[in-house]
């Protein structure tokens, strides 16, 4: 008995610096989802993991009847209940955008280690973190030099008032010179003869927010500008 009740303890250890790791990368990137969260996750699942399957056996057989027990059967309950705490972090922005899908898959993800701990795996559950690590945090520097130019973008939000229309070609113009891409345009009439302009447009990830505002803002015929960079 005491060496289950250690190894039942050497599991949820496990499972507490593995979920300590996915945490603390959420938690420095000043997520919804952090450091108390994540070893929430991960402990308990790792938790109900191990009452699932010792619970299994505990069940004393009788000849005259035939008991066939799941011993994951808990485990599987986590996985589609953990769903509810990955919607609460994804979130639609105004700019219609949507954040929070990588913090909502790693609740999942951690989810998973702490079962895969609680169910003896342990060095597949070390390597699945040390994976989702290198994934969030190396892979995208790595596509960043080699990959598309795409991912060498970020998207910005920009609004301009503009008084004169004529002038709003040759500032689309004006923008397209600076090495900014325009990805989508709208023109709204305001009621005091000016003009909203609603642009999206990506430049690249290295190019400050303020660059591209002083640039815009700068423009013959721009009266004011808001800006909000996406992502």
């Known amino acids: ?9 050497m599991k949820l250890g496990i499972s507490t610096f593995l979920g300590l790791i996915i945490g603390l990368e959420r938690e420095l990137k000043r997520k919804p989802v ?19 399957i010792e619970s299994a056996y505990m069940v004393p057989p009788r000849e005259d009847i ?28 105004g700019n219609d ?14 989810a998973g280690i702490g079962i895969a701990v609680g169910a ?53 113009n004006h923008l397209k010179g600076e090495k900014i891409s325009l990805k989508h345009l709208r023109i709204k009439d ?3 003869n000016d003009h909203l302009v ?5 430049v690249h990830h290295k190019r400050l927010t303020t660059d591209v505002y002083h640039t815009v803002s700068k423009i013959d015929g721009v009266r004011s500008v808001e800006i909000e960079s996406i992502h």
């Open 1 to 9: 008995m005491l060496g289950s009740d250690m190894e039942i303890l």
């Open 34 to 52: 952090g450091l108390k969260t994540s070893l929430v996750i991960s402990i308990v699942s790792c938790l109900l993991t191990i009452v699932s």
């Open 97 to 110: 955008s949507i954040s929070g899908l990588t913090t909502a898959a790693l609740i999942w993800g951690a």
């Open 120 to 172: 003896g795996f342990y060095i597949e559950a070390t390597a699945g973190v040390a994976l989702l690590i290198i994934s969030v945090e190396i892979v995208p520097i790595i596509m960043g030099w080699i990959g598309p130019r795409q991912l060498r973008e970020k998207e910005i939000k920009l609004q301009l008032n503009v008084q004169d229309k004529n002038k709003i070609v040759e500032i689309i």
């Open 66 to 93: 035939n008991i066939t027990m799941d011993p994951l059967r808990l485990a599987a309950q986590i996985i589609s209940g953990i769903g509810f705490l990955g919607a609460g972090v994804i979130l639609r922005r």
């Open 198 to 202: 609603q642009l999206r447009i990506t």
């Open 190 to 192: 305001l009621n005091d």
